[in-house]
C-alpha cells in the first residue's frame, strides 16, 4: 500500500491584486502557494493552464509530485475545460528553478522538463533532526500477505509498519478543502470539511493492516478484539485516512468474514464508486452526505450533491439529487434562468460525475430547514432531468416541474387574504359592539325627550338616595350602624368648611372630593359617591352628620340643576361623555349596518 505523507489545505479564492494571476491553493506542509498566470482581462481557466509554484524556501520537486495530483482533482471541480498545463518553480526569492507540465489525459502527474537543471535539494527535503536515511528505499511497505491488524476505536494508533519517510508526520497532516466560501445563504456557508467529520459522531473507526484508518457506520459487538481490517488498493492520504478505488474487508479470527466494503473511499468513508474530489460539507438526520459540487458568487448558489447512506454501509453516488441552495428567488420565476442555473450545475456534475444519467434537481432557499428537516416552505424548485438515448445531452420538461416558490407566495397571499378577512371581521366586530351601544343611547334619547315635561320622572332615572323607614331595616338604617351607601343626588354647595364643603341641600351635609377631582365652587351639582355618618359631629336637626365622598361632581348651570331636564345633558350624563350627540351615535349605528341606521332616524 502507497501512502502520502501530503498535507494540503486548497483554498478557493477570488482574483488577487495582480489581474494576471489567480491564487489556486496554499500548502501549510510544503509551504508553497499556486497561482495560475493568464493574460490580463482573460478568466484564468482555459484549455492550456500556467501554473507558477512560489515556494517560502527552496523549491522541492518532490513536493510538486506530490501536489499536482491533488491540484488535478480541484481543476477537475473548478476549471472542467483544463487539458494540460506548464508548471515553473520559484523561490523565496523569485527566482525560477525548475519547470514542467502535466496533462489531465496523464492523470495530471508532474513531469520534469529535463533541459533545466533539476534542483538537487530533493534530499533537503527529509528533516535536518532525522537521523540518517540508508539510501535505498525501505523495505517493501507491509505486504499483503502482512498479518492484518485489529479493528481499533476512533483514537488513531501509530502504524506499525509506516511505509512513508519520516519527513511528513501524520500528527501535522490536513485535509484538502477547495472550497470558495465568500457568500452565505440564509446564514449557512459551506464549513470546512474537517469540522464536519469531527461533528459526524456516528462513525466507527478502524485500522487495517498498515494503520490506515476508515470511517464505518456498523457498530462493533462485544467480539470486536476477534475482528481485523485488511485493505486492498487504498491510498492512506496524509490525515491517515484511506481514499482512492479499493476494497476493505473485516474479518472475525475464526475465518468469518463480518463485512466487506468495495468502492471509492474519502477520508476513510466507504461509497459505492470512485468519488470525485469534492468536501463533504454536511450530513442529515439519515446519515446522508452532502458534497460541494461548486459555489457560484455570481447568481449566489452553492450546488451539492446528496449522496444517500445505503443499507450496505456505503454511500451513493449513482443518479443522487442535485440541489441549488440560493436565496436568489428570482432564479425561479422564468424559464430562461431555471434553465441557466440547472444546466449550469449539471455542466459542472459532468466534470465530477460524468457517469450520471438522471437525476432529481431541487432547489432550496435554507439547507437546515429545507434539507435537514425537509420543510417545504424553503423548497424553491423541483425537477427531473436526465440525458437524452442518442445525444446524451441533459434536458428536463417543465409541464412535470413543481414550482415551490410560485406554491409558497400562493398560499402567502391566500394566508394574507385570510388574514385581512379576518381583521375585517374583527372591525366588524368592534363597529358592531360600538353600534348596539349607540341604539341603546338613541333609545334613551328617545325616552328621556317623551319625559321631557315630567321633571320628577327625568330625575328619577339620574338621582338615587339612601332609603329611609322609621320601622324595619332601611338604608339610612345601616349608615347609622356604621355602613355606607351609593348615592347620585342633586346638591348645593354654600361654601368651604373644616374638611371639606358645606353643603346646605337637600340636606345638611359635608362634602369631600378624591383627588381626582377638582375643587368645587358655591352652587349646584349632580354629585356620585358615596354616604356615611358622622358617630361624632351632629347636624342643625341634632342628627348625625351626612358625609359624602364625592367620586364625580358635575356642575350645573342653573339653580337647582333644572338644565339636567334637558334629554341631551341626561344622556351625556349617564352615558359619561359630555360631547354625545344623536347624530354621532346615528353615524356609528350606519358604519355598522347602513340600513339599519335609516330606521333609527325614522324612529326619532
Known sequence: MRTLGITLSLLAVSLTAQAESYRL????????????????????????????????????QASIERLMPKLGGLLNSQCGTAASLNWKSFNASGASVASGSASKAAGWVATLNQATPTNATAAAAAPS?????????????????????PVVAATPATPAAPAAPAAAPVAEASVANSVPR????????????????????????????????????????ANAQYLSAQSTGVVCGPDGYASGA???????????????????????????????????????????????????????????????????????LDNQPLIALTDNLDLFRKIETIRSTLFFGLSKLDSALPKTSSLHFYAIRDLPQGVMKNDREQWLYE????????????????????????????????????????????????????????????????????????????????????????????????????????VSQIVRISGKSDGGWSVDYPYEALLSVDDGQSSPDKGWFLVKGKVSLDGQKRDKEDLPLTLIAASNLQPCSEDGCADLRDPLKLVRQQVGDDHWTPEAARETVKQAWPDRAVDQESAE
Open 25 to 60: 491553493a496554499y500548502s501549510k506542509a510544503e509551504n508553497v502557494e499556486v497561482f495560475v498566470d493568464h493574460p490580463d482581462g482573460q478568466p484564468w481557466c482555459s484549455q492550456q493552464l500556467e501554473l507558477r509554484f512560489v515556494f517560502a524556501a527552496t523549491p522541492v
Open 129 to 149: 533532526a532525522a537521523p540518517a536515511v540508508a539510501a535505498p528505499p525501505p523495505a517493501a511497505p507491509a505486504p499483503t500477505s502482512a498479518p492484518v491488524a
Open 182 to 221: 465568500d457568500f452565505a445563504v440564509n446564514g449557512w456557508q459551506p464549513p470546512l470539511e474537517e469540522e464536519v467529520l469531527k461533528g459526524a459522531d456516528f462513525f466507527t473507526q478502524v485500522q487495517d493492516q498498515n494503520g490506515c484508518r476508515f470511517r464505518l457506520v456498523r457498530k462493533t459487538d
Open 246 to 316: 479499493g476494497q476493505l474487508t473485516l474479518m472475525r479470527s475464526d475465518g468469518m468474514e463480518i463485512g466487506s466494503y468495495r468502492g471509492g473511499f474519502h477520508r476513510g468513508i466507504p461509497f459505492n464508486r470512485e468519488v470525485p474530489p469534492l468536501p463533504i460539507v454536511a450530513f442529515d438526520g439519515n446519515h446522508n452526505a452532502y458534497l460541494l459540487l461548486h459555489s457560484e458568487p455570481s447568481t449566489r448558489v452553492h450546488y451539492l450533491i446528496q449522496a444517500d447512506a445505503s443499507w450496505d454501509g456505503r454511500w451513493n
Open 383 to 486: 425537477v427531473s432531468a436526465s440525458r437524452g438515448w442518442s445525444s446524451k445531452a441533459w434536458d428536463f420538461n417543465p409541464q412535470y416541474a413543481r414550482n415551490w416558490l410560485f406554491d409558497a407566495e400562493a398560499k402567502a397571499a391566500q394566508r394574507e387574504r385570510e388574514l385581512a378577512a379576518q381583521r375585517q371581521r374583527e372591525e366588524q366586530l368592534k363597529r358592531e359592539q360600538l353600534a348596539y351601544q349607540a341604539e341603546q343611547q338613541l333609545r334613551l334619547y328617545r325616552e328621556l325627550r317623551k319625559e321631557a315635561n315630567n321633571p320628577r320622572q327625568l330625575y328619577s332615572r339620574i338621582l338615587s338616595d339612601v332609603s329611609y323607614s322609621p320601622v324595619g331595616s332601611s338604608g339610612y338604617a345601616g349608615l347609622v350602624a356604621g355602613g355606607n351607601a351609593s
